[in-house]
């Protein structure tokens, strides 16, 4: 009997961790480099699964992008660093850098807050062209986004 709750523990926990990776309202923290897998749902509507997040130093050069990104990357994946930026000038409040690594351009919505107690906002952004390099920049300092609504542009 020990063994088969042991089991089924393992096995919830195991579905849940699934469910929170194939989302498309996750939320992320400043100071992170995240892949996501792109996968269509039908011929217009995008969905994703996080592959990776890992934690990166505040203080990004955003001037210097074409270091951040692989040479050759893996196929229908989004990679973005979310950080405390700086450029040629100095402190940059928050940086957003992107490569969309599909073969077409994506639209998207992005949520983002510099205070989470308080909820989060709507923004404008530019489409991800593909194998494209793009920055969003805020003159905030903002610790969570959350993009949703991807669609492929037509």
């Known amino acids: 009997m020990k063994q088969i709750l042991t089991l089924l523990t393992l096995f919830t926990t195991l579905s849940l961790i699934g469910q929170e990776k194939d989302t498309t309202t996750y939320s992320f923290s400043v100071n992170q ?5 792109i996968i269509k749902t039908d011929s217009i509507n995008l969905k994703y699964h996080v592959l990776d997040i890992q934690q990166i130093e505040p203080g990004l050069d955003y001037s210097e992008t074409d270091a951040l990104f692989q040479d050759d990357p893996k196929e229908n994946t989004l990679v973005f660093y ?3 930026g700086i450029d040629q000038d100095g402190p940059f409040k928050t940086v957003l850098i992107l490569r969309n690594n599909t073969d077409f ?3 998207y919505k992005l949520a983002i807050t510099d205070y989470p107690d308080k909820g989060f906002y709507l923004t404008s952004v530019y489409p991800l062209y593909p194998n494209v390099i793009s920055s969003e920049l805020w003159n905030d300092n903002l610790k969570a986004l959350v993009p949703h609504n991807l ?3 037509k």
């Open 151 to 153: 669609t492929i542009e």
């Open 33 to 37: 480099k995240v892949t996501l897998e």
């Open 105 to 107: 351009t994506i639209n």
């Open 82 to 84: 979310f950080a405390e």
